[in-house]
């Protein structure tokens, strides 16, 4: 469980960095489109390099690798799945899908961790939180369909004229990372209960232990960045293409007013923005994956996804109107009653 400082701590990685993140996700991908693999390579990339010291403990004048609390053939499983949906997701924008749907396909994960937690391993769940699931997942529509009527500075031109069926290869490919995600739940509830929910106790006393959230974060995405290889040409392909765009001068690195000025290019500024935010919300997002359910991860996700929404209108113009507030009202009504029905049935349980 997560103390109150922690639960602090935790929601103001995930709330700040990924809402940052999908600011800066938009603004790269507007006008780059076909920039996904670089952008999930240098996330996975800057996460691994991240979390690589905390694999290391100093014991008895030498450096030891930390013993892991998880056998690896279960990491690879996740491996794959992480590192496929992660790619698809990143790839859609390339099919001309609009950030409102993506993050409305994003959030319809509640319901496919619901159902698929319901039919493969017999999950049950209490009326409140089956009721509040559909509030919060009706409550992201309302707010993606009214920020859907706004055009972003940033949007493509003619948008009313993409081809039927590139729209539809994009929806295809978040489909089938939704059903994808919903599997990575499980497997990662397997994880937490086969491993982790076990060895509690016995990591407490061990000083060569870590938090296991820190060892997933770890494990998942170093084990994929392999993987980026058979992607080498894509990435050094919009890598160069970001680095040929328009330059911005950074008055204020130069070291005196009359110096030159630093000059970036502003494709750059943005790709390293994202690359730092999701650094951010992947510490915050796997602080909870290692302390709580996946359902209730997700639930936090979806809450964070119409924060997103919200930040997107805000930043990129538009207005606001009744939807839009319904929308918001019914995600947090939603995520209150989820709160009750989950205190209820523990209290019932203990008793």
């Not at 086969?194 to 998942?220: C, G, H, K, V």
């Not at 538009?318 to 947090?332: E, H, K, P, R």
């Amino acid at each position: 469980m997560l103390s109150a400082s922690d639960w602090i701590t935790t929601l103001a990685l995930v709330f700040g960095g990924c809402c940052s993140n999908a600011i800066a996700t938009e603004s790269l991908t507007a006008v780059n489109p076909h920039s996904g693999i670089l952008i999930t390579f240098l996330q996975f990339l800057i996460v691994s390099l991240y979390a690589l010291p905390s694999q290391f403990a100093f014991s008895r004048g030498l450096f030891r690798l930390r013993k892991r609390r998880v056998p690896l053939l279960p990491y690879f499983a996740q491996v794959a799945l992480f590192f496929v949906l992660s790619v698809l997701n990143n790839a859609a924008f390339a099919y001309d899908i609009p950030m409102s749907v993506h993050i409305v396909f994003r959030s319809g994960g509640m319901i496919i961790n619901m159902l698929l937690g319901w039919l493969l391993v017999k999950k049950r769940y209490t009326f409140n939180q089956v009721v509040s699931v559909f509030i919060v997942t009706i409550g992201i529509i309302f707010t993606t369909l009214s920020a859907s009527k706004t055009k972003s500075p940033h949007a493509h031109a003619h948008p009313t004229d993409l081809a039927p069926s590139l729209y539809a290869q994009g929806v295809s490919i978040l489909s089938l990372a939704l059903l994808l995600s919903g599997f990575l739940g499980l497997s990662q509830d397997y994880v937490f209960a086969r491993y982790i929910q076990p060895s509690e106790a016995q990591t407490a006393s061990d000083p060569l232990a870590q938090p296991s959230w820190q060892e997933n974060m770890f494990y998942i995405h170093a084990l994929a960045l392999p993987l980026f290889y058979f992607s080498r040409d894509s990435i050094a392909t919009e890598l160069a293409r970001l680095t040929a765009s328009p330059t911005v001068s950074l008055a204020y690195l130069a070291k005196s007013p009359d110096g030159p000025a630093f000059v970036v290019p502003s494709m750059i500024l943005y790709l390293v923005a994202n690359t730092v935010t999701q650094l951010l919300c992947v510490i915050g997002v796997n602080r909870l994956t290692g302390r709580v359910s996946s359902l209730t991860v997700t639930l936090i996700l979806t809450v964070r996804k119409a924060v997103s929404l919200l930040l997107s209108v805000a930043v990129y113009g538009g207005q606001a109107n009744a939807m839009l507030w319904s929308g918001a009202a019914l995600v947090f009504l939603g995520t209150i009653w989820y709160s009750t029905g989950t205190r209820s049935r523990v209290k019932d349980k203990k008793e």
